[in-house]
């Protein structure tokens, strides 16, 4: 980052802000812009990360939003523990043979080895189980609305920071019903509260729908997804929501007192959304400067820069504070950039970098004229605006933001989403980082077989009320040939 104007020797850029431009290698992009837009850095744990400070205030933001949004709907926070003796784990069938590979495991204690090794918690949904048997007795304890915020681990071969770390954080959604049309409810509420989340605070477009049966949640009856599309093409899983049926309520005896007097197991749900959710905030609205922060969860959604001399350096920095005050009577989030010995042009890299959605600059002249020079994250140019209009614009300003940053990553999903029926051509469509609509037969075989060719993965079914892609039809699979098995194309595509 050099000069006042920002720009490198060879300009453009990726030569002003220092990142790898995501056309030459999307990979380095993202890893470079994570650090030094001082979102986290490397840890001395392997296969963790650090979060520094302006990532933790923009999880803070999500933490937020859903939390109240939880609560909202009739949610109940609770806290548990960490560790879960294995033996739960070991007791859904399908549960353990899922996650096996990626447990971490607790074998001692000191110096004194367990008899039961402890497993740090991959998710939940056992030691919840145990715990409710002895919390539930009759139908009228029902439902129970669970969730608790923290840190889960699985083991990671090849980690990325907020997309595949071996310890990250997420709330995870529990719920027990009495019976299944509640449930399957309580499922679909939740993957639309994370559709509502997506589209309306992150301006992230995501696909609802259904997981084939290869790629549901271990133990799970039915896994739910919202799927978005990356600027590389690729697929983010970006939450779930499952109906477990009875699997757990039957393993932990969960059951209760119906009201004609009989006993019959819970049904259950689990949910969530991860820091994973922060990956694809980067890689659907970032560029090659950086950053783009969707204005509604931006940890700073206005910062103030102070344009001045040495010796009217704090004169401007006061008049700044005054700006900003006046922004945050509006419900701004506002930064006043007061660093002292650092040029103009690296300060408004530097926020470009970090994808502020709006800079505000404040000169000497600018306070005469009683204007302030406003130039918006999304805009190549700037604008010379009288203060009080600035001012009292600005929350119009961030909703269009807001609006661009949305329209623009639909109009990428719906460009690189393509309709295909030959196998050939599904396969080169994948190859170019595209997305696939396409039929399939739903056989597990015909799906792995699809993936050991293109590395592409069945990313979900969309619902019949799905924004985008969900009209029915017949057709056979694109692969085998055999009958479509879901009367609609699926969704197929790399993923992170």
């Not at 549960?95 to 402890?118: Q, S």
């Not at 306070?367 to 209009?389: I, Y």
């Not at 661009?404 to 599904?426: G, Q």
Request: glycine content about 8%.
């Amino acid at each position: 980052m050099t000069g006042d104007n920002g720009k490198g020797k060879q300009g453009g850029k990726a030569q002003q802000y220092g990142v790898t431009p995501q056309s030459v290698d999307f990979n380095d992009w993202y890893n470079e812009v994570v650090k030094k837009a001082d979102l986290a850095d490397n840890s001395p744990v392997a296969g963790a990360m650090v979060v520094r400070p302006y990532g933790s205030a923009l999880w803070e933001n999500i933490v937020r939003w859903l939390d109240d949004r939880f609560k909202a709907t009739g949610h109940e926070s609770l806290v548990f523990p960490t560790l879960i003796p294995m033996g739960f784990i070991t007791k859904e069938a399908d549960h353990v043979e899922g996650f096996a590979p990626e447990l971490f495991t607790v074998n001692k204690i000191g110096t004194e080895v367990l008899a039961e090794p402890y497993v740090m918690r991959p998710t939940s949904e056992t030691i919840i189980g145990h715990m409710w048997a002895g919390w539930l007795n009759s139908y009228r304890d029902l439902p129970f609305l669970h969730y608790q915020w923290g840190s889960v681990f699985r083991a990671e071969l090849r980690t990325k920071a907020f997309l595949r770390t071996s310890e990250f954080y997420w709330h995870e959604g529990h719920t027990a019903h009495a019976d299944e049309p509640e449930a399957r409810a309580e499922v679909r509420q939740m993957l639309d509260i994370y559709h509502e989340f997506c589209r309306d605070v992150l301006a992230l477009p995501v696909v609802r729908g259904e997981k084939t049966e290869s790629e549901r949640f271990a133990g799970a009856v039915a896994t739910y997804s919202i799927e978005g599309m990356m600027r590389d093409g690729k697929a983010l899983q970006s939450g779930t929501s499952h109906y477990l049926g009875q699997n757990f309520s039957r393993a932990f005896d969960v059951k209760y007192q119906t009201r004609e007097q009989k006993e019959e197991f819970a049904h259950t749900t689990s949910w969530a959304i991860s820091s994973r959710i922060i990956g694809a905030i980067i890689m659907t609205h970032g560029d090659d400067a950086g950053l783009i922060m969707p204005p509604r969860i931006a940890p700073i959604q206005v910062v103030v820069i102070p344009v001045g001399r040495k010796e009217n350096f704090d004169e401007m920095v006061a008049e700044g504070e005054q700006l900003a005050a006046e922004l945050r009577a509006q419900g701004v989030r506002v930064r006043v950039d007061k660093r002292d010995g650092v040029t103009n042009g690296f300060k408004y890299n530097d926020w470009e970098l970090k994808g502020v959605p709006v800079r505000v600059e404040l000169g000497p002249r600018d306070l005469e004229s009683g204007v302030v020079v406003v130039k918006s994250r999304n805009a190549d140019d700037k604008e010379t605006l009288p203060r009080a209009e600035a001012v009292a614009g600005m929350t119009a300003r961030l909703d269009g933001i807001h609006t661009w940053l949305l329209d623009r990553a639909t109009e990428y999903l719906r460009s690189h989403t393509l309709e295909v029926d030959d196998y050939d051509a599904f396969k080169q469509a994948i190859e170019n980082g595209n997305w696939v609509r396409a039929y399939h037969c739903g056989d597990a075989d015909c799906e792995k077989a699809i993936k050991d060719d293109t590395k592409a993965t069945t990313r979900n079914v969309p619902l019949d009320d799905a924004e985008f892609f969900s009209e029915r039809g017949e057709g056979t699979c694109v692969r085998c040939s055999k009958p479509s098995a879901y009367g609609k194309r699926v969704i197929f595509g790399r993923q992170y």
